[in-house]
């Protein structure tokens, strides 16, 4: 089996490229072949090593994906800062100390997959009658009922009973979560918005499903969170999302499974020895 988290990454690596534009893998490289910088230009030298266009455009891009600025004067100030201390780095024989030789060629693997997975792209492509198929499978068992409510979450049992004897008095219940709710909807008037069951934890939710639209729980609901007061406004069967609602999640999980059955069928015709003793790793899961 395949570890998911390798899976994932190869994923999101491929859907960087898809996602700009929606070309194909070849078009891709099409164009950056006829965009790509010249690899002969020198655009520096630190030391007598030659930094080049390819480095510098490699350097900008990688300032971009951090979300930084692009500014190709900054990009090629920080791309000969960063090989001074690779040249220390070297000179001290760091590289050659068994944990950070093992980290590049770990970092190496991963971007050599990721631009494996690029430069096939259109094989991982996902039809529209593959989405509408998956869509249709997802969304089959959609059933149920579904809650629009507010509530007020209040530190104190008594509190609550105050806003209960308010609200019996003819108080507004989104005036007073507003004025006086701890929750994140306070701002909302208490607003839940739609939910399902599931979506609650159950003594909330027992008081929910006990409500007519319209009323309101008459004694405090005690959670985890604290004292709730509760006001069902509607209900309704559970909708069924929308195509396009789905679609990008859709896209993700058939891409990644293309990528994850390319990826086992490499492992198919390769020849695999595990001589690792079974041990625990030292950190993380090995599952």
């Given amino acids: 089996m395949i570890h998911r988290s390798l899976t994932a990454v190869l994923a999101v690596g491929a859907l960087a490229l898809t996602a700009c534009g929606g070309e194909s893998g070849a078009s891709t490289d099409q164009q950056s072949a006829s965009s790509a910088p010249d690899a002969e230009n020198v655009v520096a030298r630190v030391n007598g090593e030659a930094l080049t266009a390819v480095d510098l455009q490699s350097q900008i891009q990688a300032m971009s994906q951090r979300g930084q600025g692009v500014n190709r004067d900054q990009a090629l100030q920080e791309l000969i800062e960063l090989e001074l201390m690779s040249q220390k780095a070297e000179a001290e024989g760091l590289p050659e100390q068994p944990e950070?030789?093992?980290?590049?060629?770990?970092?190496?693997?991963?971007?050599?997959?990721?631009?494996?997975?690029?430069?096939?792209?259109?094989?991982?492509?996902?039809?529209?009658?593959?989405?509408?198929?998956?869509?249709?499978?997802?969304?089959?068992?959609?059933?149920?009922?579904?809650?629009?409510?507010?509530?007020?979450?209040?530190?104190?049992?008594?509190?609550?009973?105050?806003?209960?004897?308010?609200?019996?008095?003819?108080?507004?219940?989104?005036?007073?979560?507003?004025?006086?709710?701890?929750?994140?909807?306070?701002?909302?008037?208490?607003?839940?918005?739609?939910?399902?069951?599931?979506?609650?934890?159950?003594?909330f939710m027992n008081e929910v499903k006990a409500l007519e639209p319209g009323n309101y729980t008459t004694e405090p609901v005690e959670t985890q969170y604290g004292w709730h007061v509760i006001q069902l406004d509607e209900t309704r069967e559970a909708q069924k999302p929308g195509f396009e609602q789905m679609k990008r999640e859709l896209r993700n999980e058939l891409v990644g499974k293309k990528i994850q059955d390319y990826v086992g069928s490499l492992r198919d015709d390769a020849e695999i020895e595990i001589t690792d003793g079974g041990g625990e790793a030292d950190s993380g899961s090995s599952n």
Avoid: C
């Fill in 100 to 203: 950070i030789a093992a980290t590049i060629e770990r970092q190496r693997a991963s971007l050599l997959a990721q631009h494996l997975i690029r430069s096939q792209l259109q094989d991982f492509e996902v039809s529209e009658e593959e989405l509408r198929a998956a869509y249709e499978e997802r969304t089959a068992d959609t059933q149920g009922t579904e809650y629009k409510a507010r509530h007020i979450l209040l530190e104190e049992k008594e509190q609550a009973e105050e806003m209960i004897q308010q609200l019996d008095d003819g108080a507004e219940f989104a005036e007073l979560a507003k004025n006086n709710s701890t929750g994140p909807t306070k701002s909302r008037g208490g607003d839940l918005g739609w939910f399902s069951a599931e979506q609650m934890v159950e003594p």
